[in-house]
């Protein structure tokens, strides 16, 4: 027989007959404040369950079932996580993560799609292969997280700190990045890696200082009053992408077609390696 506990109290919050979690179905129970520190929680269903203020640190939860899970304030540092299922379906929510402490947690391929990350701490959290598709990450601290390869699509990352994170393949097309501290963030690395897309994403006022975007899609991204300062954009695709009052002051744009960028009142005359087309005005 297993009890599950508060975690500051000591109160049982819910009686398992049986000797162990793995697999177990816990779907629909409040275990708010639980104390689930290092459990075993492989396959584990927690389809609606409340876990808010949880302390699921160090936990193994993969492949587990968190969808429509309540998580707030949950703590799962260094938690494994991957190939977990929180993403939504019809009749069901995805999994609310808001707030949540998840740093150096595991999620890779991880399906969080339309997952609420709000305000989260994930900090050298792995991310590599998660789905995370129109998932609501404002505001999270992403900090040195390794996000290779995951898709991020019309997600909400406004206002997030992805600074120092490692970004090599990521899918972020009409992703929402306005604000986001990108510094030292690798966009591409080496040749076997491919690099980021980011097609029509908002990258308004986003901090890119030493932002390694080298062969990184940015086409038809709008990058409007962005700091790219020492950043490397060389050989980045960027047709029609907008530029309207970025600093690019020693950002390296080595072959970068500039004809179909906006680029009125960016301070191109500090970039480096720029070929400007002679049509341009109003740069500075």
């Known amino acids: 027989m297993i009890e599950i506990r508060e975690r500051e109290s000591g109160s049982v919050l819910f009686t398992l007959d049986g000797d162990s979690l793995q697999g177990a179905d816990l779907r629909e129970l409040d275990l708010t404040g639980a104390d689930l520190r290092g459990a075993d929680l492989r396959s584990t269903i927690f389809i609606n369950t409340i876990l808010n203020n949880a302390d699921l640190s ?9 969808q429509g899970a309540q998580l ?18 019809p009749g069901i929510r995805p999994a609310n993560l808001s707030n949540a402490s998840m740093l150096g947690t595991s999620l890779i391929g991880a399906n969080m799609q339309d997952v609420i ?10 991310l590599s292969y998660a789905i995370l598709q129109h998932g609501n990450l404002q505001g999270a601290d992403l900090e040195g997280a390794s996000i290779c390869e995951a898709r991020l699509n019309k997600a909400n990352l406004s206002g997030c700190n992805l600074s120092n994170s490692d970004l090599c393949g990521a899918h972020l097309n009409y992703a929402n990045m306005s604000g986001v501290d990108f510094s030292g963030a690798q966009f591409s690395g080496e040749e076997t890696q491919r690099p980021a897309i980011l097609t029509r994403s908002n990258l308004q006022q986003a901090k890119l200082v030493g932002a390694h ?7 038809t991204a709008d990058l409007s009053r962005s700091d790219l300062r020492d950043a490397n954009l060389s050989y980045a695709m960027m047709s029609g992408a907008i530029l309207r009052n970025a600093n690019v002051e020693g950002a390296d744009f080595t072959g970068v077609n500039l004809g179909t960028v906006t680029m009125d009142y960016a301070n191109f005359s500090k970039s480096k390696n720029a070929d400007i087309p002679s049509f341009k005005r109003n740069l500075r």
């Open 213 to 219: 975007l080298a062969k990184a899609v940015l086409q």
């Open 58 to 66: 160090e936990a193994n939860l993969q492949y587990a079932n968190l």
């Open 117 to 126: 990350l709000s305000n989260a701490k994930m900090k050298n959290a792995d």
């Open 72 to 89: 707030v304030h949950a703590l799962l540092d260094e938690a494994n996580l991957s190939k977990a299922v929180m993403g939504g379906k």
